[in-house]
DNA sequence: GAGTTTGAAACT
DNA sequence: CAGTTTCAAACTC
């Protein structure tokens, strides 16, 4: 940071990036005449600092190639790091959008406007570029998956990215949150290479402050062409479809749509970029978009801080911090998640779901880059935009992800800067607290989020007072003695204790040593609950108690009851959990016997309140309505789709297997697998009528037979409510990039391992049959059902095999269809999966759910993976959340 | 503030 | 893996 030297640039800079820092910060180079060129053609006249910037200015106005190729390549370079090109395409149309507002602005205020202005506009060209040729590679893929890759980051080269501006890590305003995070990230490799390291540490601020989206923003809009705003129009026009069907949409649709609107962003963007100006109607709808894509981008801007935090969260001082505390908050109580939406997003603030995208964008993303075990998480922030539960779940996991993540970052950091460490643990603590002041030591941020959760929305900033006005709490503090820097103190002076302040630097090295020996030695004590589902209302918030976050190793406590502060659980304000070895367990925050059954009905509960609560009511009538409609047998109006149809057989095998086998399929996998049908989710419903009148003449009627059964239990304790939200959760399954959505039941699911699983599966099963209904694809024949559901019955069988394993290996063994086919199912007609088709249909929504399924399991880790996570790649994934699974349980 | 209790960590 | 020792924090007075 202090030292913008090559030797730093070079890890991600290439040849072009260091000849332009050489342009940049030789004198030399500064007295040649194109220099001079440059300078001039910018209004800022400043050195290195501003020599960038005006760069980018010029760029924007007239953009000389000479920098260009330079910018190219190092955008490039960094390309890798970028995340999806929907993000870059995002950032360019509103760096655009903001190099223009700020043009108009910047005369006045050059500095401000030279900052924000060079990441825009420098990258504006360069990124049409780019954005073209990766149209032309990317845009054919809609689909998730492929932009997943994209995600896929090298953690080390996320860091330097982010970790030059840490300022850029946390915007203001979701609004500039995009764009900020797309300037910060393109400007990031230039303002590295270029800038002092101060200036990339304080003016990033300032510019993202500045470069929040106003009217300067709004006119900067410019004009756009004729064909432009019926582009956009037609994008608005479907958003505003999206919107109403959002919440209803499965996630992978909104996924979907997100990046296909993000794609056609991208289209205008790059196809105008030359000099092209978008107008107000298409700004806004472009606004709209980039609420999506902001939540989506805030999803990679979360992992990207997780990843990037230690020096982003380090210097953004408190404001930045707090801003994401409060996205953090929002989701905890609905109530303060409107207002705050309302600002920021017209489209998304309405509903939870935009909530739950902020809350993605601050947690659970954890990027592939997160740190050692933030990978999986982020891909679900990404994923999951709709449900609240889901961006709950994730703003929970993104909490935890961030601390670990933060943490992590501490120690690599830390090994390059001293001041980092200290920084990020209070960046994370801050972060997580949300306490501008950023005191809090490491240890206690655990305890922040804890307390958040009980917190009431409305606390916001003031964890610290909220929190536990015990005195003891207080007295803890004080015996921590926790500096401003964020580090504990302790008096331990026979221990060689590393908090001492004292040792900072022996900290550092120290710490280095330790990281190197063992990745996870900083993870944070406290891992949130991956279990606990997002809350959308102050029920759920209710419910987040402080046992919703189990001790990451759990407590030893034989004398205490786990009632004093000698208990590591208790002292950080969380429930033991199976992990504990306890005795006598008295916690208050919840005793490790009551944990399982505990995190199992609340679970439960919480599913079926969030789903009552559902903002998106219409979702639900739809659902009831179409179930009202359609028969379970003849269902041709709903026409269920493909997808549905596989899922609902898959959801029968699932029912099967649990019948014969007796064991519970987790819901979450069910969930992934299986699209229920209309006519499932009917038979779900009618589940008991059925099992007791069964007409199962046909392989569809088998299935729903077989769906009965098993749901009869989940029938009994899920009210047809719970089918619907139930459905409404796994409708985004269908797609892959849904899995994230997919992925808060799974990892809900396995964090309850211990927990029987009969109900989940039972709603999982319902859920699939709902998303049929849903999702309802243009009528689909009822022989079709009966082949997808062979196939489901392979993804079933899996997905068992998967949800039944938390262990990596498990995921790994994918059972065999047949396996669990015969086993389970009791008509043994079905019992043989059409491999074909399968794979086609089903494998690629079974394979594609099955990765989807592995990224859900990614994602349920509270800690990242160390590698980069894969979302988007299954199998990668499966090992990696189950590794990062297990290491987690460690 | 001193002394005791307690659990974690290190060590054997 | 179990037992012991050391240590610092929590707790009590």
């Known amino acids: 940071m202090e030292s913008p030297e090559p030797s730093k640039n070079n890890a991600t800079s290439s040849a072009s990036t260091i000849s332009a820092v050489a342009v940049n910060d030789s004198p030399q180079v500064q007295?040649?005449?194109?220099?001079?060129?440059?300078?001039?053609?910018s209004p800022i006249k400043q050195p290195a600092k501003t020599s960038h910037v005006a760069q980018g200015?010029?760029?924007?106005?007239?953009?000389?190639?000479?920098?260009?190729?330079?910018?190219?390549?190092?955008?490039?370079?960094?390309?890798?790091?970028?995340?999806?090109?929907?993000?870059p395409s995002s950032s360019q149309v509103k760096s655009q959008s903001d190099n223009r507002g700020k043009t108009i602005e910047a005369p006045g205020d050059s500095a401000n406007s030279t900052v924000d202005l060079p990441s825009a506009g420098e990258f504006i060209a360069d990124t049409v570029k780019d954005f073209d040729v990766r149209n032309n590679a990317t845009s054919q893929h809609s689909s998730p998956p492929p932009s997943v890759d994209k995600y896929l980051v090298d953690p080390a080269d996320i860091d330097q990215m982010y970790s030059v501006n840490p300022d850029e890590k946390q915007p203001k305003d979701t609004e500039s949150s995009l764009s900020n995070l797309a300037q910060s990230k393109k400007s990031i490799s230039e303002v590295d290479r270029k800038d002092d390291p101060h200036d990339k540490a304080d003016k990033p601020l300032e510019e993202l402050d500045k470069a929040q989206p106003g009217p300067a923003y709004v006119e900067g809009q410019g004009q756009i062409s004729g064909e432009k705003n019926d582009v956009l129009m037609d994008l608005q026009k479907r958003m505003k479809d999206h919107n109403d069907c959002t919440s209803q949409l499965p996630p992978e649709q909104t996924l979907q749509d997100v990046k296909d609107w993000e794609d056609c962003d991208e289209m205008v963007s790059t196809s105008h970029v030359g000099a092209e100006n978008v107008s107000q109607d298409?700004?806004?709808?472009?606004?709209?978009?980039?609420?999506?894509?902001?939540?989506?981008?805030?999803?990679?801007?979360?992992?990207?801080?997780?990843?990037?935090?230690?020096?982003s969260c380090?210097?953004?001082?408190?404001?930045?911090s707090k801003i994401k505390m409060v996205k953090l908050c929002e989701p905890v109580t609905s109530s303060v998640f409107p207002q705050k939406c309302s600002g920021n997003s017209t489209v998304t603030c309405p509903k939870p779901s935009g909530i739950g995208l902020h809350l993605n964008s601050i947690v659970n993303a954890m990027p592939p880059g997160c740190g050692a075990t933030t990978g999986m998480r982020s891909s679900n922030n990404l994923q999951g935009m709709k449900s609240a539960s889901i961006s709950i779940h994730k703003v929970e996991n993104m909490k935890g992800c961030l601390i670990l993540s933060n943490i992590d970052r501490q120690s690599l950091v830390d090994t390059g800067n001293e001041s980092q460490a200290n920084d990020s643990s209070l960046a994370v603590d801050s972060f997580i607290s949300g306490s501008p002041s950023l005191t809090e030591p490491v240890a206690l941020c655990t305890e922040s989020l804890h307390d958040k959760r009980k917190l009431s929305p409305t606390d916001d900033g003031n964890i610290e007072e909220s929190k536990q006005p015990s005195p003891i709490k207080k007295k803890k503090r004080a015996s921590s003695n926790s500096d401003d820097n964020g580090c504990k103190r302790c008096n331990c002076k026979k221990?060689?204790?590393?908090?001492?302040?004292?040792?900072?630097?022996?900290?550092?090295?120290?710490?280095?040593?330790?990281?190197?020996?063992?990745?996870?030695?900083?993870?944070?004590?406290?891992?949130?609950?991956?279990?606990d589902l997002p809350s959308t209302n102050m029920e759920e918030a209710n419910l987040m108690t402080p046992s919703s976050a189990r001790h990451k190793r759990g407590c030893n406590c034989k004398r205490s009851m786990c009632q004093k502060k000698y208990c590591e659980c208790f002292q950080v304000g969380v429930g033991c959990s199976s992990g504990c070895r306890c005795e006598g367990c008295k916690n208050i925050y919840g005793t490790k016997e009551d944990y399982v059954a505990r995190d199992h009905v609340s679970n439960k509960e919480r599913m079926i309140t969030r789903i009552a609560n559902e903002p998106d009511g219409a979702f639900l009538n739809k659902l009831e309505m179409v179930a009202s409609k359609s028969d379970l047998y003849d269902v041709p109006h709903l026409s269920p789709l493909t997808p549905s149809l596989q899922c609902s057989d898959q959801g029968k095998e699932a029912a099967k297997f649990q019948l014969h086998s007796g064991q519970h399929l987790p819901a979450s996998e069910t969930d992934v697998d299986m699209l229920p049908s209309s006519e499932n989710y009917k038979s779900l419903e009618n589940s008991h009528s059925i099992i007791t009148n069964p007409e199962p003449n046909e392989t569809l009627e088998t299935a729903s037979y077989d769906w009965q059964v098993d749901c009869g239990d989940v029938m009994d304790q899920s009210s047809p409510c719970d089918l619907v939200a139930n459905i409404l959760q796994v409708t985004p399954l269908s797609n892959p990039e849904s899995m994230s959505s997919a992925s808060l039941f799974t990892s809900s699911t396995k964090e309850c391992g211990n927990i029987p699983q009969s109900q989940p599966q039972g709603r999982i099963r319902l859920i699939s049959g709902s998303s049929l209904r849903w999702r309802g694809s243009p009528n689909t024949p009822r022989a079709r059902l009966g082949v997808k559901h062979l196939q489901s019955l392979e993804s079933e069988s899996r997905?068992?095999?998967?949800?039944?394993d938390e262990t990596p290996d498990v995921l790994k063994e994918s059972l065999t269809p047949t396996k669990s086919v015969k086993a389970n199912s009791p008509n043994q007609k079905r019992v043989s999966p059409p491999h074909g088709h399968l794979r086609g249909l089903g494998s690629s929504s079974s394979g594609g759910f099955r990765t989807g399924r592995k990224f859900i399991l990614k994602s349920v880790p509270s800690f990242p993976p160390l590698t980069p996570c894969v979302d988007s790649k299954g199998n990668s994934s499966k090992g990696n959340s189950s590794e990062d699974l297990g290491n987690n349980a460690k």
């Open 31 to 41: 007295e040649s005449p194109f220099f001079r060129f440059v300078n001039n053609l």
């Open 57 to 87: 200015f010029v760029g924007l106005n007239s953009p000389p190639l000479v920098f260009t190729s330079p910018r190219i390549s190092s955008h490039r370079e960094t390309h890798l790091l970028e995340r999806p090109s929907c993000a």
């Open 282 to 311: 298409a700004s806004e709808a472009t606004l709209k978009y980039h609420g999506l894509r902001r939540r989506c981008l805030q999803f990679e801007e979360a992992a990207s801080n997780a990843l990037g935090s230690g020096k």
């Open 314 to 320: 380090m210097k953004s001082s408190a404001p930045p």
């Open 495 to 531: 221990s060689k204790c590393l908090k001492l302040h004292e040792h900072e630097n022996k900290v550092l090295e120290t710490r280095k040593q330790i990281e190197s020996r063992n990745p996870l030695a900083f993870l944070p004590k406290i891992v949130p609950q991956s279990t």
């Open 799 to 804: 997905l068992f095999d998967i949800m039944e």
